[in-house]
């Protein structure tokens, strides 16, 4: 009994701490959803109801972000575990400069978001002095130039994953290439004296080693990418309605604070789906997990 009890104070600051930054604000939040019609400065509702339910699923702005949040995940959570578990490959097969090649390129997660961002828009902006250092490649191979950060909606969310792409890739690097040194390498010993093939030794002892770790990412990469926003707002700017390349997450910042704002309702509406979204996802992928992932 005294165990228990010492173990529950040690827990105690995390659980006030999860209570009242984590658990207290999304009951708040869930609540404020329901609320039809409320003031923020007066704190006063016109009533209770799924009428902020029905207006966000029926925006157009909201259903434009649903769109770009969902292609953003589909294309960058498996494009970015994929090049991050190659780069890993061939980082751990050499020995010469490793640690070199590591931070090089480990560089762009410590770089600030925004910072890249200025730096994409050069790479792939059109300015009357020059279309972007992307169109002179394309020229050169004989195409034509293509508005990358004001032109059609494709080029636009090209940018926007190849950006996403280049800045969870790093982290991602960081985490299979320790996961890679874990791995017993009495394991691959013996497969080279059964004469076994680098594919099925890949297939049969490095994935099943890894694949905690790469559970992890896929996770961690699906909630990130549904979280997005500073990505965008870096190439786009802050009117992403206007580029048509917002975000849930930006959908409900400018219902709380943009040129929308006002409306903590249907923010709170919309957060609320998200969230409904993220959790179905996550618990998918846990299903999923129980029958691929080897502990």
Same mark, same amino acid.
């Given at each position: 009994?005294?165990? /228990? !009890?010492?173990?529950?104070? *040690?827990? %105690? +600051? ?5 209570? #009242? ?5 999304? $009951? ?70 490793? /640690? !070199?090649?590591?931070?090089? *390129?480990? %560089? +762009? ?5 925004? #910072? ?5 828009? $050069? ?173």
């Amino acid at each position: 009994m005294k165990k /228990n !009890l010492k173990a529950w104070l *040690y827990l %105690l +600051p995390a659980i006030l701490f999860l209570g #009242a930054f984590l658990v207290y604000p999304l $009951i708040d939040v869930f609540i404020y959803s329901f609320e039809e019609g409320f003031n923020f400065a007066s704190q006063t509702y016109l009533g209770v109801g799924g009428y902020n339910y029905s207006y966000v699923l029926h925006d157009p702005y909201f259903l434009q972000a649903v769109q770009n949040t969902f292609i953003l995940v589909i294309i960058t959570v498996p494009v970015s575990t994929g090049l991050a578990l190659l780069i890993s490959l061939g980082l751990s097969s050499i020995k010469p400069l490793r /640690n !070199l090649y590591q931070t090089i *390129y480990f %560089l +762009p997660y410590v770089t600030n978001t925004l #910072a890249v961002g200025l730096v994409f828009m $050069i790479l792939f902006q059109k300015t009357p002095y020059s279309d972007g250092l992307v169109n002179l490649l394309i020229n050169w191979f004989g195409g034509s130039s293509i508005d990358f950060i004001d032109g059609p909606y494709w080029a636009k969310m090209f940018v926007l994953c190849f950006y996403t792409v280049w800045v969870v890739l790093p982290f991602k690097i960081l985490i299979l290439t320790s996961a890679l040194a874990s791995v017993n390498q009495d394991y691959y010993k013996a497969a080279r004296v059964d004469g076994t093939s680098k594919f099925r030794t890949f297939t049969r002892i490095t994935l099943p080693m890894i694949s905690p770790m790469i559970f992890y990412l896929v996770i961690t990469g699906f909630i990130g990418a549904f979280k997005a926003y500073s990505d965008a707002v870096a190439l786009f700017g802050t009117d992403l309605n206007a580029a048509g390349m917002n975000t849930i997450v930006g959908y409900v910042y400018d219902m709380l604070y943009g040129d929308s704002g006002g409306y903590p309702s249907y923010a709170s509406a919309a957060a609320i789906i998200l969230f409904a979204i993220v959790l179905t996802i996550t618990c998918i992928n846990l299903l999923v997990s129980k029958k691929h992932v080897h502990y």
